[in-house]
Nanobody, 121 residues
Framework: QLQVVESGGGLVQPGGSLRLSCVAS????????IGWFRQAPGKEREGVSC????????NYEESVEGRFTISRDNAKNTVYLQMNSLKPEDTAVYYC??????????????WGQGTQVTVSS
């Protein structure tokens, strides 16, 4: 199993920003599409964003479009999720996942442990 570790979560006020990081350990992240997912209490896990291996193709869940930006630095073996204009409904545990392929829209075989994001005044 490919190991990834998320970081960057925390408590932020509505309208604030956070940047999540997903760092790969023991393998080359550049070969894989990477997705960010989230799960709020009492809700099912949902996909937030995905970036393909080369970084040229990205997609976003409708509610975060225009507020969140996914990017990757393959030299640092890291994928980021920049989250701006955060809303209370963005509160969730955010997970990074490694696709089994280089493109998005496929299965994700390896998952991180998650990082908590709480948006509250």
């Amino acid at each position: 199993q490919l190991q990834v570790v998320e970081s960057g979560g925390g408590l932020v006020q509505p309208g604030g920003s956070l940047r999540l990081s997903c760092v790969a350990s023991g393998f080359t992240l550049a070969y894989y599409a990477i997705g960010w997912f989230r799960q709020a209490p009492g809700k099912e896990r949902e996909g937030v964003s995905c970036i393909n291996s080369g970084g040229g193709s990205r997609n976003y869940e409708e509610s975060v479009e225009g507020r969140f930006t996914i990017s990757r630095d393959n030299a640092k073996n890291t994928v980021y999720l920049q989250m701006n204009s955060l809303k209370p409904e963005d509160t969730a545990v955010y997970y990074c996942a490694v696709s089994d392929y280089s493109d998005c829209g496929r299965t994700f075989g390896s998952w991180g442990q998650g990082t908590q994001v709480t948006v509250s005044s």
